[in-house]
């Protein structure tokens, strides 16, 4: 086996971490699409919380689920070591900040849930980089093919 060939410890950590990661990520995405009226009450404290969330337009949606989605497929290519992993966390990132881009930029998200609510997005804006990033390294190393 070539020294490009073999993967160190920490990929295969960080690729399951991740993976954890972005189940969470389509765990949440599901469980906000098929929420009921009621559910969807009960979750968010204000009037103004429960409108935002219930006039979420569907682009924003429909990123949401691809930054998901995208991020579930490209840990599990990563971990069966493929070079397209990049390409779908890339897909992922672009996901995420259309995402966002409605919530604090388009819409009221910063009015409605206050400056608290940047930290969630900033850490999975910061992870989806860093997914990029990480992916790129390990395809130059050998590690993907």
Not at 29 to 46: D, G, H, I, K
Not at 48 to 65: C, I, K, R, V, Y
Request: aromatic letters at 10%; hydrophobic letters at 60%.
């Amino acid at each position: 086996m070539s020294e490009s060939e073999k993967v160190p410890v920490s990929f295969w950590v960080i690729a399951g971490a991740a993976l954890v990661w972005n189940l969470f990520g389509l765990l949440a995405y599901y469980l906000r699409v098929t929420a009921t009226p009621e559910m969807l009450a009960e979750m968010y404290t204000t009037e103004a919380e429960l409108a935002f969330m219930t006039s979420l337009p569907a682009w924003a949606t429909g990123a949401q689920g691809l930054a998901v989605t995208a991020g579930v497929l490209g840990c599990l290519l990563l971990l069966v070591r493929k070079k397209v992993a990049k390409m779908l966390f890339i897909a992922s990132l672009a996901g995420v900040l259309a995402q966002n881009a409605y919530g604090f930029i388009l819409g009221d998200g910063l009015e409605t849930f206050g400056p608290g609510a940047l930290v969630l997005p900033i850490v999975v804006i910061v992870v989806a980089i860093a997914l990029v990033i990480f992916s790129a390294k390990a395809a130059e190393k050998g590690w993907l093919k």
